[in-house]
């Protein structure tokens, strides 16, 4: 199965500060990993797919790149309410599999 | 607008078969390319595709829980059925359905229910 490995596991931040996620598959998923956000007591919410789309509604300042097996996420000018949890999720394989996560805190 | 909703028990014992239900609202499970997706998350951790099911009726398994696992479809009611067998306090999770947009790799889960948090104890 493939394994997808996110660093760092938490990283404090403040804001306006630009914050770089990176996520790393075991092997090549071509482009397929998508990255969720996630609050406290609430589901995840899509803000990226194929590795650099902006979900419909997803602030500009979120990005994404990377293909094969690195990838990446990045906020610019991180906002009060960017304070949360990031997955990134591959879907090259029907598992699906979902990385450890990443807390962004202030 | 779609909406998703969980519903069933809040605690199960060890041993027992779990049942949760997932309603769907702007959204008919019959309609081409519909495809729903139970994902659990343990407290603090990261979530675990579980299952999915599509609009015409194929079914996928998480590898590791597939014995234990049955998908299924109501579609007078329009909602999805998840039955786990055997739970085990390790089972314990907030179990959410969502819709998986898209097809093959190019897949993505958009719409998430509120998701149902179920003890094993």
């Known amino acids: 199965d493939i394994q997808m490995t996110q660093s760092p596991s938490s990283l404090s931040a403040s804001v306006g500060d630009r914050v770089t996620i990176t996520c790393r598959a075991s092997q090549s998923i071509r482009v397929y990993l998508n990255w969720y956000q996630q609050k406290l007591g609430t589901a995840p919410k899509l803000l990226i797919y194929t590795a650099s789309t902006l979900q419909t509604g997803v602030p500009a300042r979120f990005s994404g790149g990377g293909s094969g097996t690195d990838f990446t996420l990045t906020i610019s000018n991180l906002q009060p309410e960017d304070f949360a949890t990031y997955y990134c999720q591959q879907t090259e394989s029907p598992s699906g599999s979902f990385g450890g996560g990443t807390k962004v805190e202030v | 607008q779609v909406t998703l909703k969980e519903s069933g028990p809040a605690l199960v014992k060890p041993t027992q078969t779990l049942t949760l239900t997932c309603t769907l609202s702007?959204?008919?499970?019959?309609?081409?390319?519909?495809?729903v997706s139970w994902i659990r998350q343990p407290p603090g951790k990261a979530p675990e595709w579980l299952a999915r099911?599509?609009?015409?009726?194929?079914?996928?398994?998480n590898a590791s829980l597939k014995t234990r696992l049955t998908i299924s479809t109501a579609t007078s009611k329009n909602q999805v059925v998840l039955v786990m067998t055997n739970m085990d306090p390790e089972d314990t999770a907030t179990y959410y359905c969502a819709r998986a947009f898209g097809s093959g790799s190019y897949s993505y889960f958009d719409y998430w229910g509120q998701g149902i948090l179920v003890t094993v104890s």
């Open positions: 702007g959204l008919s499970l019959t309609a081409t390319g519909v495809r």
């Open positions: 099911i599509d609009w015409d009726g194929d079914k996928f398994y």
